[in-house]
């Protein structure tokens, strides 16, 4: 029981968040203070402060970091803008850090210092430039067949958007059955992909069943082929249901006894 009184005595104290907790030349640690006075200056300010743990009274001068202008290059599918952006000059920037612009969300994917290098990370007063992907919403590419004609597409929706291969899906108030989706170095017939991940979608139109049903096995096959029938691992009828609808052709004729 003692055990976990001092347990949560210790949580409770590691939560304390300190006030006005500057760097004291008295005790040589980050305290608390009282504000005495404040005298601004320039951008910034001068505290005259009062440590709450040794009461020693000294003046801490705060102002805030320069600020740097860096040009960025805002890719948004095939279209591309330069905006120069004012970050602290002492602010580290890092691939893949996400920033708001326009009110879009976007995700650092370059970054060139002065001297020519490019680096994963870098202080922003030696950056030259960098550039920016959009984030939140992606371009998913699409190949749309029906019958034998294809046409491509493309399809700007939020990041976090799923799709399942076999499914259905409205486009332009025509419904398409998802075929594939391709991701680059693979390929699902029935999984379920997030939109950042799909490199293209194949799209087939989907089975009209009062204009086509397929009278063979082998119109079957073809028509499970061309996305007509949707998603069918077993194109093949059962063999009741090939008796019932399938006359073969080549029926070899019973060759009489010999008297």
């Not at 040794?54 to 330069?82: D, M, N, Q, Y």
């Not at 929706?157 to 259905?168: I, K, N, Q, R, S």
Request: glycine share 4%; charged share 30%.
């Amino acid at each position: 029981m003692a055990d976990n009184i001092e347990e949560e005595d210790f949580i409770e104290d590691d939560e304390i968040i300190l006030e006005n907790a500057v760097l004291c030349p008295q005790c040589n640690e980050v305290t608390g203070h009282i504000i005495l006075k404040e005298t601004p200056k320039g951008t910034g300010a001068d505290y005259l402060l009062k440590c709450e743990d040794c009461e020693k009274v000294h003046t801490a001068h705060i102002r805030p970091p320069p600020v740097v202008s860096i040009p960025f290059v805002l890719t948004e599918g095939p279209s591309s803008v330069t905006k120069t952006i004012e970050i602290d000059a002492d602010e580290t920037i890092e691939l893949e850090d996400v920033f708001e612009e326009d009110d879009k969300l976007w995700s650092i994917n370059q970054i060139e210092m002065k001297d020519g290098r490019y680096v994963k990370h870098c202080e922003a007063s030696l950056i030259v430039r960098a550039s920016a992907l959009r984030c939140d919403m992606v371009r998913v590419k699409l190949t749309m067949t029906r019958g034998e004609d294809s046409s491509s597409d493309v399809l700007i929706v939020p990041a976090d958007t799923p799709y399942t291969a076999g499914h259905l899906i409205d486009i332009e108030d025509q419904t398409w059955r998802i075929r594939a989706i391709h991701m680059g170095r693979a390929r699902t017939l029935r999984g379920t992909v997030e939109a950042r991940d799909i490199k293209r979608m194949y799209l087939h139109e989907p089975p009209n069943p009062n204009h086509f049903a397929p009278r063979t096995p082998r119109e079957r096959r073809q028509a499970w082929k061309e996305g007509k029938l949707g998603y069918n691992p077993n194109p093949i009828l059962p063999k009741e249901v090939v008796k019932k609808g399938v006359t073969p052709a080549n029926k070899r004729k019973k060759k009489r006894p010999r008297n």
